[in-house]
C-alpha cells in the first residue's frame, strides 16, 4: 500500500489519461493534450514560479492552463494568472535543484532557508527579462521595498496578472540576483553561505542606494 502510494507520488503519470511526447518533454493530463503546449516548451524555456509542484523529474500543475496565451490560472489565494514559462520553468529548476543536491537536501520538510529555495528557480525562470535592456535591478528593489511597505503580512501582490506569493519569491529573486550577478557569485557558494537573510538584504539596499547616487 505505502510502496504504491509512493510510486504514484513519484510517478504521477500513471494517473493520467493522456499523454504525449514532445522533444525531450512528456506531457500527461486528465484533458486532451493539445499541441499548444509545445510552443510553450518550445519558447525559450530553459533561457529564461506556484500552482505547480516539482517531484524528482516530474513538473505537476494544478491548475488550468491556456498554452495559446502561455498563461497559468492559479486560485489558491484568489484568481489570478501567471505566465506559463516561469511556472514550468520556476518548478524545472526545483526538480534540479534536488538531482543536484539531493532530494534529502531540498524537499518540503528540509530544505535551505525560504529566499534561497524559492529565489532561484524565480531568477532563472526570468533571465531573459532580466538580462534585457530595460530591466533594472535597482529600480525593481525599489518596487519590492514599497511593495513591502505597503503589505499587511507576509503576501505580496507582484503586478503579474494580480497573482499574490509569499513575500519570499520577489524578495528573494533579488536577493540571488544580487549576490550572483553584482557580487557573482555562484548557487552553491549562496547555499554554503550562512551570512544572515536581513545582513545581505541591507546591504543590497546600501549597494542600490550607492548606484541610485551615481546616476543622479
Ligand atoms: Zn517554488
Not at 504521477?12 to 510553450?40: E, H, R
Not at 538531482?99 to 535551505?112: A, L, V
Not at 520577489?170 to 540571488?176: A, H
Request: proline share 4%; with cysteine; hydrophobic share 40%.
Amino acid at each position: 500500500m505505502i510502496a504504491a502510494l509512493v510510486a504514484i507520488i513519484l510517478f504521477p503519470q500513471l494517473l493520467f489519461a493522456n499523454k504525449m511526447k514532445y522533444k525531450k518533454f512528456k506531457v500527461c493530463s486528465n484533458d486532451t493534450v493539445s499541441y499548444d503546449i509545445g510552443i510553450v516548451l518550445d519558447n525559450d524555456l530553459l533561457g529564461i514560479g506556484p500552482a505547480a509542484r516539482a517531484r524528482l523529474h516530474n513538473v505537476i500543475i494544478k491548475v488550468r492552463i491556456d498554452p495559446k496565451s502561455n498563461l497559468a490560472f492559479p486560485t489558491f489565494r484568489k484568481e489570478c494568472e501567471i505566465n506559463l514559462t516561469y511556472l514550468l520553468a520556476h518548478e524545472m529548476i526545483h526538480c534540479l535543484q534536488a538531482k543536484k543536491y539531493g532530494i534529502m537536501k531540498f524537499n518540503p520538510f528540509r530544505h535551505p532557508e525560504f529566499w534561497k529555495l524559492e529565489g532561484y528557480p524565480e531568477y532563472i525562470s526570468r533571465k531573459s527579462w532580466l538580462s534585457s535592456k530595460d530591466y533594472s535591478l535597482t529600480s525593481e528593489i525599489e518596487r519590492y521595498v514599497s511593495l513591502e511597505n505597503k503589505a499587511t503580512d507576509i503576501w505580496i501582490l507582484t503586478g503579474e496578472g494580480g497573482c499574490e506569493f509569499p513575500d519570499y519569491y520577489f524578495k528573494g529573486r533579488l536577493m540571488i540576483e544580487y549576490l550572483m550577478d553584482i557580487k557573482h557569485l555562484s548557487y552553491d557558494q549562496i547555499l554554503k553561505d550562512s551570512v544572515s537573510e536581513n545582513t545581505i538584504f541591507k546591504e543590497m539596499i546600501k549597494w542600490k542606494d550607492s548606484t541610485k547616487k551615481i546616476e543622479h
